[in-house]
């Protein structure tokens, strides 16, 4: 474990680590941050590097301290403390102590102000870790001026002369040839000196002085953190609340929330982020973002332009930006403050989302009367988009943080639904609110859910599916990925039974273990999704999306459930991760990415309701006057508390008593409903400050009905305080949680030569309406559907956010191999595992079919004889949209017109010509299928190994065949074969059959 929690309950702490620039602390909003690390040594960025400061302390052990905006170090006798000033100028601060009765040296280092710009701002794991280290090269343009307190350093950047201003008193220093400014203090026995470092100049600072600002800076900090605080049982939890605040005031611009705190430093209109200022009571800051993008949503462009709108020159992949489309047209709110520009993501759908919740939180009535015209432009911009059809299922078209290539190709999306169900149900309540009409809102939420239950729930699996197909066979796709349970349940789609049920699915999807010497319990984190082949943001191990399944599990009375996936991902993210206490994007257990990015929006906003309205159970709708409160604790938990500007309440057990102290700040006439376990109650006691209100017996109830929940009504005055205690006859053990994982299927081709069979493989030349390698040199235009959305490249391959994307397929190395080895004048015999094939060397050599009018849809093939296994060899294209679907099916007809029948699964026994299935054991768990090189001929279940394809995406150079087994009834003689597409947007062809009998031949 990297770091863990300390004694006083606040910080996190670890000894002699050597993590470097791992923990950022954040200036005033402008960008302007200090890298600290596990030993005394820092970066400061400007934005750009600021040059990198070090301190080497008395010789001894070095423990780091961590808490909600400031970093401590303990060594050799000497207390530093590094701190920030976040109001005002920005300001980096250091005061060291010496806290021994002896005289100490502490030696100092600077250098290498550069104003360098990083990739992604210097974040964690896509930026150099040593991107802030001492460079020599960077202090070549830097000049010293000594003053009487310190130094401004001169540093040349794009050839602009700049300054930057450090105040340190040095007893003795030195400027190197660098130049590189190096010296040291001499600190007598509790002595402590200030350092201070400033992007621009300020006057007149003296050691006095520095500490007046340092004692003011950590004063604001702690005005800050009180904004929000917990106490928990849990000593890992308890530490995140204080966190998340300063992590939520680093991603605040002053009028917008941004995208990240560190990378991605940039203003976004939707994402998670915007959940967290109502989630800790910031509706001031909430609202000001709010009304930011109101004022960039398009209100003067009538959509003149009909459906569809694709954009040719990104090869028909995504919406073409041009005013006036249906897309870009009123509604339509665009991402960057004050600059009117299109981009490529319906982020209005996120910023919606959170402005309801919102209004939800406050219930300000001025504010739904201003936002009102927002959302009736809001509503009416996803109907003409993204229903355009009138039948109440909406496509997603980029419309969640896990969208990069994500399309549905204008199918019905359930958590696009589910959102534009919530959000006329809301716009309903919030119209018949302020005296407008209701009506056509609450009408098209009811017919949303009707048509969703209709079309999208799987009812043989109890949950929703991922999207139905607009075109084709219009199938359900019943794999969803993770951001399908958790955004139909927080949408509030169906009953409490409903989402309790979709909720269980969320044990089907891959779990990684975070595991640890240092703690007992395993915890599991799920996989976005388990689609293959990989491609990001898809099924990554993403932290938000983690955090948004557990705030799922709460709202679906999953208690426990909730609270593992809360523990796993906060072990995962603050204590075995670089950074302590980080909101980071990627967790470290993401094959692909790894550990990525810090403090990131997303899931500072999702863990921000996760707290709150999910541990804590604290719902706010003031829409209809009340607050609920439905605590979320595990059932080991004796005490929790939370404080926050609005309510601070407080539970406590002791014995089979339990005590909920509850004090408000809500409006007067506020309804609080406080759900209380219903199983084994005995008496309930409710008091105010005056003494005893209510007190309520119970019959005694039988101990396997389980937990039910029942809800106690409270009507508030202002500042009210509210004491209920609970006695229990009984109180129920802990659910035990069932395991969390998926069994794959399993591969059963072995394709080893068998001694008791022979083998008679088929010439197909004569069927053959193809070269294999055409695959992706083919433009793919028909059909496509006639609405504007987010679909497959013209090409056949890559997606939307790399719409110019292909795979070379190049099988002349097999056909070389094939002419040299044949006399025929077109086929030739290849074994693989001595198995042979007759494939074609000269002309087309595959036949396809697919959906798209490029190649039928289906051939029968006449075959004939018996055997007991059909082996083909089958080449094709398929993708992470058409992940564990039948993309095709393989039919076999028998003489006496009966048929045997073999689905082609991705990635069970189907893969794509261009990649090799990845599987890991954990997110990725692709069978090991047998593949036949078509650039040299090598066939192996581990042809990535055998080429040296390494990677998660595991690109075949020239791409290769699928061996494909089919059981087929050795007692009946074949008539034929089918083969037929299932799936759009994927090509299926057979390159070669052979059938499999026993030697002695058929029944």
């Given at each position: ?526 996989a976005t999704s388990d689609w293959q082949p990989y491609i990001w943001s898809i099924n990554n191990v993403a932290t938000a999306e983690v955090m948004h399944a557990a705030l799922a599990y709460w709202q679906a009375e999953k208690r426990e459930e909730a609270f593992q996936l809360m523990k796993g991902m906060a072990l995962d993210n603050m204590y075995l991760g670089t950074s302590p206490l980080n909101f980071g994007q990627i967790s470290y257990l993401d094959a692909a990415r790894g550990e990525c990015y810090r403090d990131f929006a997303d899931p500072i906003g999702v863990w921000s ?320 299928l047998w593949r036949l090189s078509l650039q040299n001929g090598i066939f192996s279940r581990t042809l990535d190994q055998e080429m040296g394809i390494e990677g998660i995406n595991r690109i075949i150079p020239g791409g290769a065949a699928t061996l494909v087994e089919m059981e087929i009834d050795p007692k009946k003689e074949l008539r034929s074969l089918t083969l037929e597409t299932l799936s759009n947007d994927v090509v299926i062809g057979v390159m070669g059959i052979t059938i499999e009998r026993r030697e002695e031949g058929c029944d």
């Amino acid at each position: 474990m990297h770091y863990r929690p300390d004694e006083t309950g606040r910080g996190v702490v670890c000894v002699d680590g050597a993590a470097r620039f791992n923990r950022a602390l954040y200036g005033a909003h402008t960008g302007f941050r200090m890298e600290c690390s596990d030993q005394p040594e820092f970066g400061i960025y400007l934005p750009g590097m600021g040059g990198n400061l070090q301190l080497t302390l008395p010789e001894g052990s070095c423990t780091a301290r961590y808490e909600a905006g400031r970093m401590e170090y303990w060594q050799g006798g000497i207390h530093l403390e590094a701190q920030v000033r976040r109001e005002g100028a920005d300001m980096a601060l250091w005061r060291i102590t010496n806290t021994t009765n002896q005289p100490l040296t502490v030696g100092f280092a600077f250098g290498g102000v550069s104003g360098q710009k990083f990739y992604r701002n210097g974040d964690l794991g896509v930026d150099d870790p040593n991107c802030f280290a001492f460079d020599p090269a960077a202090c070549t343009t830097n000049h010293y001026s000594k003053s009487k307190d310190g130094f401004q350093i001169d540093y040349l950047f794009k050839g602009e002369s700049k300054q930057v201003q450090l105040i340190v008193p040095l007893d003795h220093w030195k400027i190197s040839r660098l130049p590189h400014l190096v010296g040291e203090f001499r600190l007598k026995p509790h002595e402590e000196r200030y350092i201070a470092y400033l992007p621009v100049a300020e006057p007149c600072l003296t050691q006095r002085t520095l500490a007046k600002r340092f004692a003011a800076a950590e004063q604001a900090r702690k005005a800050l953190i009180a904004n929000f605080s917990i106490d928990t049982p849990d000593p890992y939890i308890t530490p995140i609340a204080e966190a998340l605040v300063i992590a939520a005031d680093g991603i605040w611009s002053g009028r917008t929330w941004l995208h990240g705190a560190v990378g991605w430093r940039s203003e976004y209109t939707g994402w998670r982020g915007a959940y967290v200022g109502d989630a800790i009571g910031w509706h001031d800051r909430a609202r000001t973002h709010f009304r930011t993008y109101a004022e960039n949503m398009v209100r003067d462009v009538e959509p003149t332009l009909d459906h569809p709108r694709q954009d040719s020159t990104l090869n028909l992949a995504r919406a073409e930006k041009l005013w006036g489309t249906p897309m870009y047209s009123n509604g339509y709110i665009c991402r960057r403050p004050g600059k009117r520009e299109m981009s490529h993501y319906d982020m209005n759908l996120v910023y919606i989302d959170a402005l309801l919740r919102h209004i939800r939180a406050t219930g300000d009535e001025a504010f739904m009367r201003e936002m009102y015209p927002t959302l009736q432009l809001h509503l009416a911009w996803e109907k003409r988009n993204f229903d355009p059809d009138g039948d109440h299922l909406y496509d997603g078209y980029a419309c969640i943080w896990a969208s990069d290539a994500l399309y549905y190709n204008g199918g019905a999306a359930t958590h696009s639904s589910a959102y534009n169900y919530f959000a006329n149900r809301e716009m309903a309540r919030i119209a018949e609110r302020i005296g407008e009409d209701p009506t056509p809102y609450r009408e098209e939420a009811e017919a949303i859910e009707k048509a969703m239950f209709n079309a999208l729930w799987h009812k043989e699996g109890n949950h929703w599916g991922e999207y139905k197909d607009l075109m084709g066979h219009g199938r359900l796709h019943t794999s969803p990925a993770l951001w399908t349970i958790y955004h139909a349940i927080d949408s509030e789609v169906g009953s409490v039974t409903a989402r309790n049920a979709t909720a269980e699915y969320i044990r089907q999807l891959p779990h990684l273990p975070v595991t640890s010497p240092d703690f007992d319990e395993v915890y599991a984190l799920p996989a976005t999704s388990d689609w293959q082949p990989y491609i990001w943001s898809i099924n990554n191990v993403a932290t938000a999306e983690v955090m948004h399944a557990a705030l799922a599990y709460w709202q679906a009375e999953k208690r426990e459930e909730a609270f593992q996936l809360m523990k796993g991902m906060a072990l995962d993210n603050m204590y075995l991760g670089t950074s302590p206490l980080n909101f980071g994007q990627i967790s470290y257990l993401d094959a692909a990415r790894g550990e990525c990015y810090r403090d990131f929006a997303d899931p500072i906003g999702v863990w921000s309701r996760a707290l709150t309205e999910g541990l804590f159970g604290i719902r706010p709708d003031l829409i209809a006057g009340k607050v609920e409160i439905c605590p979320g604790f595990p059932q080991a938990w004796d005490h929790a508390s939370i404080n926050l500007p609005k309510i601070n309440y407080r539970f406590e057990r002791h014995g089979t008593k339990e005590i909920y102290t509850i004090e408000h700040r809500y409006p007067k006439q506020t309804m609080l409903e406080l759900s209380l376990r219903s199983a084994g109650i005995q008496r309930v006691e409710i008091y105010d400050q005056k003494g005893l209100l209510e007190s309520r017996e119970f019959p005694e109830t039988d101990p396997q009905k389980g937990s039910s929940w029942d809800r106690w009504k409270f009507q508030l005055k202002e500042r009210d305080r509210f004491r209920i205690e609970v006695t229990y006859r009984w109180l129920p053990e802990p659910e035990a949680l069932q395991p969390a994982d998926r069994s794959y299927a399993v591969s059963t081709a072995q394709a080893l030569e068998n001694e008791k069979a022979s083998y008679l493989p088929i010439d197909l030349s004569g069927h053959y309406n193809a070269s294999v390698s055409e695959i992706y040199r083919n433009e793919y235009l028909a059909p496509r559907p006639a609405v504007t959305t987010l679909q497959i490249p013209k090409q056949g391959y890559g997606d939307w956010c790399h719409p110019q994307a292909t795979a070379e397929i190049d099988d002349t190395g097999l056909r070389t191999l094939l002419r040299e080895k044949s006399t025929h004048e077109r086929v030739g015999s290849w074994r693989c595992n001595e198995i042979p094939f007759l494939l074609a060397h000269t002309g087309n050599n595959v036949i396809y079919t697919s959906l798209w009018e490029n190649y039928p849809t289906a051939v029968e093939l006449p075959i004939s004889g018996c055997g007991e296994r059909l082996l083909l060899l089958m080449a094709g294209s398929t993708n992470h949209m058409q992940s564990h679907i039948a993309n095709g099916i393989l039919r076999v007809h028998y003489t006496d017109g009966t048929s045997s029948s073999l689905e082609l699964i991705n990635p069970d026994n189907w893969a794509s010509i261009e990649q090799v299935g990845v599987n890991d054991g954990y997110s990725y768990r692709a069978p090991a299928l047998w593949r036949l090189s078509l650039q040299n001929g090598i066939f192996s279940r581990t042809l990535d190994q055998e080429m040296g394809i390494e990677g998660i995406n595991r690109i075949i150079p020239g791409g290769a065949a699928t061996l494909v087994e089919m059981e087929i009834d050795p007692k009946k003689e074949l008539r034929s074969l089918t083969l037929e597409t299932l799936s759009n947007d994927v090509v299926i062809g057979v390159m070669g059959i052979t059938i499999e009998r026993r030697e002695e031949g058929c029944d």
